[in-house]
């Protein structure tokens, strides 16, 4: 049996609920991306054969594949017109997650 919904609890106060894609997700090395137009830097990516990536909000997306660069990233989504205000690597260990969540610096 697998577990696949988590309870962070620190003290005996729940911290956090989240399933294990959800964990996943926050604990995934990435390449995070601010730009002025996600939907079309959504666009370009799935043109460039770049499906592993995920819509964070209006003004983030985060993708998730190994061999992309942020140089080349940033210069893929500039050439073609978007304006990109950062490209950061993101994601964090399971043991720092926890950690921000125990200090409050954390969803």
């Known amino acids: 049996m697998t577990a696949n919904r988590f309870l962070i609890i620190d003290k005996g106060r729940v911290l956090k609920e989240l399933t294990?894609?959800?964990?996943d997700?926050?604990?995934?090395?990435?390449l995070a991306v601010q730009a002025g137009d996600v939907k079309q830097a959504a666009v370009i990516l799935e043109q460039?054969?770049?499906?592993n990536y995920k819509v964070?909000?209006?003004?983030?997306?985060?993708?998730y594949d190994?061999?992309?660069k942020p140089e080349r990233l940033n210069r893929l989504l500039v050439e073609r017109g978007v304006d990109v205000s950062a490209v950061f690597e993101a994601g964090i260990s399971l043991e720092d997650y926890?950690?921000?969540l125990v200090n409050g610096k954390s969803e």
């Open 25 to 30: 997700l926050a604990c995934m090395r990435c």
């Open 56 to 63: 964070i909000d209006g003004q983030e997306l985060r993708v």
């Open 66 to 68: 190994d061999s992309m």
């Open 98 to 100: 926890f950690t921000s």
């Open 20 to 23: 294990k894609e959800e964990l």
């Open 48 to 51: 460039n054969g770049i499906s």
